[in-house]
C-alpha cells in the first residue's frame, strides 16, 4: 500500500531512479489501466507509476482509460497523484523548456471520453473551483525552488497558469491558437482532463507539473508544434522533472488530510439507500 501516485506523460514512460521496481496488474470496472503498474520505492517512499499512454506510447489522448486508471492508482493505496504532461506555450512569458505547476483548466474535450464515475444511478457533482490540489501543488512549487535557498521558484519554474486542454489528436489549428491566447490562457495540453475531475470524484489529492516543449502555432518566428520539437525538448526537460518529482516525494507528508479526501462529503445527490455497495466500492465512499 502506498499514498504517492506518479502518471508519466509523453516522453516520460518510466521512472529510472524507482528502487526496487515491480509490475502490479490491476483490474477494474472500466477496463485495462494504460499498462501495469510499478510500484517501487523513490526519495524513500513508497510510489506507483503508471505511463498515461502506454508502452511504447500507444493511445492517443482520447483513447487513454482515464477512469481505469484513476481507479487503479486509488486500489493500490494511492491519495496523492503527481501528473506529468508535455504542454504548448500560448503565451511569450512561457518559453519552451519551462516547467509550469498550473492551477487552473479549461476543458475543450468533445465529451467523446467517459469523464465521470457517476451515473448508472448515482448521482453527484464534485466542486472544480479549484481543479488542482492547493496543497500538492504548492508543495510541487516549493520543491522547485532555487536550490541556492531563494524564496521564490526558479526562473525554469513558474507557480500558476490555465491549462487548455483540447480533444486532439491534431494540434490546434493557428486561428485556435490564437483564440486561446485572446481568452488568456497559458498553456495547451491534450490529457489533464478528465484525469483531475476523476481524481477528484475519487477523493485524491492531484497536481500536475507541465513541461512546455514548444510554442504552439501563434508565434511568428519559433517554430510550429510537431512531435519532433516535443521529443526534443522533453528529453532536455526530463532530468529537471525527475529532480522536481523527487524533491516532492521525499518532502510530502503522506498521512496529512486534505479536503480532497472529502470531495464527496457533500457532492452525491441520490439517495444512499438506492445505491447499491459495489457501487459504493466502484465509486470509493
Not at 73 to 78: H, K, N, S
Request: with cysteine; net charge negative; proline share 6%.
Amino acid at each position: 500500500m502506498t499514498s504517492i501516485g506518479i502518471i508519466g506523460g509523453s516522453g516520460l514512460y518510466t521512472l529510472d531512479t524507482m528502487i526496487g521496481a515491480r509490475t502490479v496488474d490491476v483490474p477494474t470496472p472500466y477496463g485495462a489501466p494504460s499498462g501495469p503498474l510499478f510500484t517501487g520505492r523513490m526519495a524513500g517512499r513508497e510510489v506507483v507509476f503508471l505511463s498515461r499512454h502506454g508502452f511504447g506510447h500507444r493511445l492517443l489522448p482520447g483513447e487513454v482509460p482515464y477512469r481505469a486508471n484513476i481507479f487503479a492508482l486509488r486500489e493500490l493505496g494511492v491519495r496523492r497523484v503527481l501528473a506529468i504532461s508535455a504542454v504548448g506555450s500560448l503565451t511569450q512569458r512561457l518559453a519552451p523548456g519551462t516547467l509550469v505547476v498550473p492551477d487552473q483548466i479549461v476543458d475543450r474535450t468533445k465529451g467523446v471520453r467517459p469523464s465521470t464515475f457517476f451515473g448508472d444511478g448515482v448521482v453527484g457533482h464534485v466542486a472544480m473551483a479549484e481543479p488542482f490540489c492547493q496543497s500538492l501543488r504548492q508543495d510541487l512549487v516549493k520543491s522547485a525552488m532555487d536550490p541556492a535557498g531563494a524564496d521564490s521558484p526558479s526562473p525554469g519554474v513558474v507557480d500558476g497558469g490555465t491549462y487548455c486542454c483540447i480533444e486532439g489528436p491534431q494540434f490546434s489549428t493557428r486561428a485556435e491558437s490564437r483564440l486561446y491566447r485572446s481568452w488568456g490562457l497559458d498553456i495547451i495540453g491534450m490529457t489533464a482532463m478528465p484525469e483531475a475531475a476523476l481524481a477528484r470524484e475519487a477523493q485524491l489529492c492531484y497536481a500536475g507539473l507541465a513541461l512546455v516543449t514548444d510554442y504552439d502555432c501563434w508565434h511568428e518566428t519559433a517554430e510550429t508544434v510537431s512531435v519532433g520539437l516535443v521529443a526534443e525538448t522533453m528529453r532536455a526537460n526530463l532530468a529537471t522533472a525527475r529532480t522536481v518529482l523527487a524533491a516532492t516525494i521525499a518532502g510530502l507528508e503522506v498521512d496529512a488530510d486534505c479536503s480532497c479526501h472529502h470531495a464527496l462529503d457533500a457532492a452525491v445527490m441520490t439517495d444512499p439507500a438506492l445505491i447499491p455497495p459495489f457501487l459504493r466500492r466502484q465509486m470509493a465512499f
